[in-house]
């Protein structure tokens, strides 16, 4: 079965530096999010994004966030200027369509680590 | 807006014995509802989904949930539990608007 495909699994990042996040979605979704979840605390939607451009975002997603798609396959979060409180498990997901009834495939996670 | 309770943040239960993880939902439309499972530094894998066809759903791994409009609710239940079902389960609700998780319940199973 096709699989959302994350990497790093594990960064660790001074605070103050730059950080992408990488995901590979499943081929045929066109629909592609970023979750954070803190450690111990709920998993908390950040962003969605289609066409190229975003569709929606939540309060956390701020000017630090930034997401892009720079070839047909990867979909990538960069945060600039890390602060401590950004380390968390970020996950990717992608979906066929928009659909609420659509459900969203997760990769395995990045876990951020900011010193 | 919409938001999703799950009830229990830890259930333990014995091995062979039957599991129930309870989730209540509000929403201002019909909505869809997901219970995803999170193994240990693994991602989410989506176990079932319920979108307004029939209210008693079937997952993956012998698990099914029933959805109840009028009590808003959408629990997970297994009949019999197995040591590699140890994980974390979220309940979450979806509309045409915003997903939601539900803060987790965290699954245990003795032997």
């Known amino acids: 079965e096709p699989e959302v495909t994350q990497t790093p699994s594990h960064q660790v990042t001074q605070m103050g530096q730059e950080v992408i996040l990488r995901c590979v979605p499943i081929?045929?979704?066109?629909?592609f999010y970023w979750y954070r979840q803190i450690l111990g605390q709920k998993v908390e939607f950040l962003v969605s994004f289609y066409n190229n451009e975003i569709s929606e975002k939540s309060e956390i997603f701020d000017d630090q966030f930034s997401v892009e798609r720079p070839d047909g396959s990867n979909f990538t979060l960069k945060i600039r200027s890390t602060k401590l409180e950004d380390s968390a498990m970020y996950f990717c997901a992608s979906s066929v369509d928009s659909r609420s009834n659509q459900p969203q495939h997760f990769g395995d996670g990045t876990r951020l680590s900011i010193l | 807006a919409q938001s999703v309770t799950q009830l229990d943040s830890h259930v333990s239960v014995s091995e062979g014995t039957p599991v129930l993880l309870r989730c209540n939902y509000s929403?201002?439309?019909?909505?869809?509802l997901f219970w995803y499972v999170q193994h240990p530094n693994k991602g989410l894998q989506l176990l079932l989904k319920?979108?307004?066809?029939?209210?008693l759903v079937k997952g993956i791994n012998g698990f099914e949930a029933e959805f109840k409009k009028s009590e808003t609710s959408f629990h997970l239940t297994k009949p019999s539990a197995h040591m590699s079902d140890a994980a974390e389960y979220f309940c979450?609700?979806?509309?045409?608007?915003?997903?939601?998780f539900g803060a987790g319940t965290r699954l245990t199973v003795k032997p």
């Open positions: 929403s201002s439309y019909s909505p869809s």
């Open positions: 081929s045929n979704h066109l629909y």
């Open positions: 979450v609700v979806s509309d045409p608007n915003d997903m939601r």
């Open positions: 319920y979108t307004s066809a029939a209210t």
